[in-house]
C-alpha cells in the first residue's frame, strides 16, 4: 500500500487508498455515462452544443468574450514571469498578491462559459461516470473497496469522505498531484516570504532572549557585587569598634 496514492478525509485520520481501475470499472463507468446522458435528453436538458449556441446569441461569449479571455492569459504570464525575475522578500511577496489577482480575474471570466457548460447533458454525465470510477477506485489500509456499489457511494453519509475521494480520483485521473495548487509560482513565492518572516521573527526573539539572559547575568553580578560591599563593610564596622577589656588580663598583669 505504501506505493500507492493515499490520502486523508477532512477531519479524520483514517487513510484511503486509490488503485487504478479495471476493465470492467472502465467499461460500467462508461455505461453510467450512457445512462446519465439518455435520462438528460429524456429530460430536455441542454447538450454543450445547444448551449453555446444559446450564450452565442445572448453575447456571453464571442469575439469579445475571446478576447478578453486572451487578454487576462498575457496579463497573467506577464505577471509569473515579474515574479520569476523578482529578488527580494518584499518584491515578491507584492508580486505574488498580484499574480494570484490576476489568475482570479481570468478564473471569473471564465466561469461566463465554464458556469453555464457545467449543467450541460455531457458535463452531467461526465460527473456521473467519475462517481462510478471512485466508487471503485478507493480502498482502505487493507485493500478493500470502501464502497461495494455505486449505489453504496451514492447513500454515503460522510460528505467529506465522498466529495474528497472524488476530488482525488479527478487529480489522480487527470495526472495532477493533490497538492498542485501549492505549485503554483505564487505560491512558492508565497512560502519564501513567509518562511523569511518567520526566520526574522526568530532572529529577534534570538536576539530578545540573549539581551534578557544578559541583563539577568548583569543583575546578579550586581547583587553578589552589593553583598561582599556589604560584607567588608560589616567586617570594617566591627574592626573599628572598641574592644572590650579583660579583667583576667589585668589581673595578671598585676601579679
Keep these: 500500500m505504501d506505493n500507492k496514492r493515499s490520502f486523508l478525509a477532512a477531519g479524520g485520520s483514517e487513510r484511503y487508498y486509490i488503485e487504478s481501475p479495471t476493465a470492467e470499472d472502465i467499461r460500467k463507468a462508461d455505461w453510467q455515462y450512457s445512462k446519465t446522458y439518455t435520462q438528460c435528453l429524456i429530460e430536455d436538458i441542454t447538450t454543450q452544443a445547444e448551449m453555446l449556441d444559446i450564450l452565442t446569441r445572448r453575447g456571453i461569449i464571442g469575439p469579445e468574450f475571446e478576447q478578453r479571455a486572451e487578454e487576462l492569459n498575457k496579463n497573467l504570464a506577464h505577471k509569473i514571469i515579474e515574479?520569476?525575475?523578482?529578488?527580494?522578500?518584499?518584491?515578491?511577496?507584492?508580486?505574488?498578491?498580484?499574480?494570484?489577482?490576476?489568475?482570479?480575474?481570468?478564473?471569473?471570466?471564465?466561469?461566463?462559459?465554464?458556469?453555464?457548460?457545467?449543467?450541460?447533458?455531457?458535463?452531467?454525465?461526465?460527473?456521473?461516470?467519475?462517481?462510478?470510477?471512485?466508487?471503485?477506485?478507493?480502498?482502505?489500509?487493507?485493500?478493500?473497496?470502501?464502497?461495494?456499489?455505486?449505489?453504496?457511494?451514492?447513500?454515503?453519509?460522510?460528505?467529506?469522505?465522498?466529495?474528497?475521494?472524488?476530488?482525488?480520483?479527478?487529480?489522480?485521473?487527470?495526472?495532477?498531484?493533490?497538492?498542485?495548487?501549492?505549485?503554483?509560482?505564487?505560491?512558492?513565492?508565497?512560502?519564501?516570504?513567509?518562511?523569511?518572516?518567520?526566520?526574522?521573527?526568530?532572529?529577534?526573539?534570538?536576539?530578545?532572549?540573549?539581551?534578557?539572559?544578559?541583563?539577568?547575568?548583569?543583575?546578579?553580578?550586581?547583587?553578589?557585587?552589593?553583598?561582599k560591599d556589604e560584607e567588608v563593610e560589616d567586617m570594617s564596622l566591627s574592626n573599628d569598634k572598641p574592644k572590650k577589656s579583660d579583667p583576667d588580663n589585668k589581673s595578671r598583669k598585676k601579679k
Excluded at 454515503?156 to 476530488?167: F, V
Excluded at 498542485?180 to 523569511?196: Q, R, Y
Design 83 to 227: 515574479l520569476e525575475d523578482a529578488e527580494g522578500v518584499d518584491k515578491k511577496e507584492r508580486l505574488a498578491k498580484d499574480v494570484a489577482d490576476a489568475r482570479n480575474e481570468l478564473y471569473k471570466w471564465n466561469q461566463r462559459l465554464t458556469g453555464p457548460m457545467n449543467n450541460t447533458a455531457e458535463q452531467i454525465s461526465d460527473n456521473a461516470r467519475l462517481e462510478y470510477l471512485t466508487s471503485c477506485m478507493v480502498v482502505d489500509n487493507n485493500g478493500k473497496r470502501v464502497w461495494e456499489s455505486y449505489d453504496n457511494y451514492l447513500k454515503e453519509k460522510s460528505q467529506d469522505l465522498s466529495i474528497r475521494a472524488l476530488y482525488e480520483v479527478m487529480l489522480y485521473l487527470q495526472g495532477l498531484d493533490s497538492d498542485f495548487l501549492d505549485k503554483t509560482p505564487e505560491a512558492v513565492a508565497m512560502k519564501e516570504v513567509e518562511k523569511s518572516i518567520i526566520d526574522k521573527a526568530n532572529a529577534h526573539l534570538d536576539a530578545a532572549r540573549a539581551v534578557a539572559n544578559e541583563e539577568e547575568s548583569y543583575e546578579k553580578s550586581d547583587e553578589k557585587n552589593i553583598t
